[in-house]
DNA sequence: CGTCGCACTTTCCGGTCTGGCAAGTGATGC
DNA sequence: GCATCACTTGCCAGACCGGAAAGTGCGACG
């Protein structure tokens, strides 16, 4: 029930950013902060806290003007975010 | 987007039990603590801000040992919670 | 070459949310 | 009387949140 609820994921931020992750194999850092419309250092720190988790791993490409970070989902990820769905779906379908 | 997701409404407790309020016309403040596993002054919290937000409407019957407190969901409660659901929807499926 | 701008990251910090514990109220039942 | 049910309220500590600002790295532009 409630306690399905991955508290990670829970968060709206991460909810949107999980939910673009598991569709796209791959999203870089200004697409996710354009998307969610959020500041760098909130979407960072967002990003960190799913890093952490092992939700997402992160490439990065370059440094310095031309770099990109490109996201992707793990299979952790998508597992937690799959039973964060079905948990949901379960308390609002009763 | 994630600025539809309502934030009384987002927090898991409150969440699953507007789902409840949503299908049951009447539900008891006993009830509703079983159903989601929280302490008397946890639900009691969760209910007064969902109260506030005058998203439920309090019936007090009687006092004392015997007494029952029944909720229901308002206009605006319903309201609020479709548009919630329809917007958790739109993030998960993109 | 210097400086501007992009792409992030990190630190600091105030504000909100959360939830337990404990005490208080009202009234019944043993 | 005393335990119990049904809540409510106050206190409070810990978690989380997000803005502001400063820092790093490096390519682009004049």
Redesign the pocket.
């Not at 968060?11 to 991460?14: G, L, N, S």
């Not at 959020?38 to 806290?49: E, R």
């Given at each position: 029930m409630i306690e399905d609820l991955d508290?990670v994921i829970h968060?709206?931020?991460?909810l949107a950013a999980m939910a673009v992750l598991s569709t796209a194999t791959t999203v870089?850092?200004?697409f996710l902060r354009e998307h969610l419309g959020?500041?760098?250092?909130?979407?960072?720190?967002?990003?960190?806290?799913l890093e952490r988790a092992e939700y997402v791993e992160?490439r990065?490409a370059?440094?310095?003007?031309?770099?990109?970070?490109t996201y992707r989902i793990t299979r952790t990820g998508r597992a937690a975010y799959d039973r964060h769905r079905r948990a949901l779906a379960a308390i609002l379908d009763g």
């Open positions: 508290p968060a709206p931020k991460r870089t850092f200004p959020v500041s760098d250092s909130d979407l960072s720190k967002q990003m960190a806290t992160v990065k370059g440094r310095g003007r031309g770099a990109t970070t």
